[in-house]
């Protein structure tokens, strides 16, 4: 088994910066995209269409991304994935002054959309699968919090850099930053040496692959039950994370000052446990810091829907920023901690496969619900479900 030398952390935190950048760039053109398409067409249709092109085609090439990391050159697929996404947004951003017609731009658009999902599911189960390779077992919690930060500080400000450039010039610099971005992020990346990778030698075909895959993840009893709290920690995560704009709206105003703040506070709390998780590094057990996280998040859950109070409110929303953080990460360190080296690609495309299948279920189930029934008490329940998953990691502790 390879161990890291003793110029990991030079090597990590150079890893870590290529994807840094290049997931800025992705981020802004993603939310870019999203807002021209608002502001033209003003349809939930529209906006609902872009939504699904931004997941469903992730969803569906994880697994097989999994695959081809385990299969081969971890560093090739995310440089290459990387420069097919860059090649068709610079496209593009070519052609954009050509595309005449919102009936005939949409839909270009909405394509260009789905191809790079397609590249953001083959190159996120291959950076995760990287992780392993640079950073030593002891050190993955410490890293991985200072990779949710950076995560978590792109996602805030990257929508606002969007809306600079969208404001200050046009959809098209929008895109030419996301090359120019990608361009860097490969460089950094061609110039890093990553360690020997223990590669699957099946001569089997993909599909054995993916049996094999999936049945390794569901007869290991710590991945598979790591793997479904995590789905399930998406699902109800809906209400009190991702339609914390509507509950705020509903309850305390709609006034822009509001939604921001909101916003600042969920990326700041998220930030924030990803830098407490790289100084801390959790418990001993990875188990026990995914517990603590699911019950914190579950609890603070139930106090936004409770909270009539909006500072209260945004107390509690950076506090489950900082639980969201704890719980992702535990849930990460996890799986590279225990799954086999030469399986790592097809179980965290398993695990981007759950993120890109649960958030939007969740969304198509609670959104039309929010009609029906008082958000915040869809949001208390949703955390009272989140806090009786916490107990459900209690048989992974006697693996440890």
Not at 83 to 110: D, E, H, K, N, S
Not at 166 to 192: E, P
Not at 237 to 252: D, E, M, N
């Amino acid at each position: 088994m390879h161990k890291p030398n003793d110029n990991w952390k030079s090597r990590a935190v150079l890893f870590l910066l290529s994807q840094s950048v290049s997931l800025f760039g992705s981020t802004l053109v993603q939310m870019a995209i999203v807002w021209y398409v608002t502001l033209e067409t003003a349809s939930g249709g529209w906006v609902a269409a872009f939504t699904i092109c931004s997941y469903l085609p992730q969803f569906l090439i994880s697994f097989w991304g999994g695959v081809w990391a385990d299969r081969y050159h971890r560093k090739a697929l995310i440089i290459g994935a990387d420069a097919m996404i860059a090649a068709v947004t610079l496209i593009l951003m070519l052609f954009l002054p050509y595309l005449q017609g919102r009936a005939f731009l949409l839909p270009v658009i909405l394509a260009v959309s789905a191809i790079r999902s397609l590249g953001a599911g083959i190159q996120t189960p291959a950076v995760n699968a990287v992780i392993p390779l640079l950073v030593p077992e002891t050190q993955r919690m410490w890293f991985n919090g200072v990779y949710a930060a950076m995560q978590a500080a792109i996602q805030f400000a990257a929508p606002a850099a969007a809306g600079i450039i969208l404001s200050l010039s046009s959809l098209r610099i929008s895109l030419l930053t996301d090359v120019v971005t990608a361009l860097l992020g490969i460089g950094l990346l061609t110039g890093l040496r990553l360690p020997p990778q223990e590669q699957s030698r099946s001569t089997a075909t993909y599909f054995s692959d993916v049996k094999t895959g999936l049945r390794y993840a569901l007869s290991h009893r710590t991945i598979a039950r790591a793997l479904i709290l995590y789905g399930l920690f998406i699902f109800w995560a809906v209400p009190g994370g991702f339609l914390a704009q509507l509950l705020v709206s509903r309850i305390f105003g709609s006034s822009y000052w509001y939604l921001t703040a909101a916003e600042l506070a969920g990326f700041a709390g998220m930030t924030a446990g990803g830098l407490i998780l790289g100084a801390w590094g959790g418990f001993r057990r990875r188990e026990t810091t995914l517990a603590l996280g699911l019950a914190s998040f579950g609890l603070l859950s139930v106090g936004m829907g409770l909270a009539k109070c909006f500072p209260l409110y945004l107390a509690l929303m950076a506090l489950y920023g900082i639980a969201m953080t704890i719980v992702q990460t535990s849930v990460t360190t996890i799986i590279q901690d225990q799954a086999e080296k030469t399986i790592h690609g097809r179980i965290f495309g398993l695990m981007s496969t759950l993120y890109a299948g649960a958030l939007p279920l969740g969304m198509a189930i609670f959104g039309p619900l929010a009609d029906i029934v008082p958000i915040q008490v869809i949001v208390v329940l949703s955390g009272i479900a989140l806090l009786l998953t916490a107990p459900a990691s209690r048989p992974i502790f006697g693996r440890f």
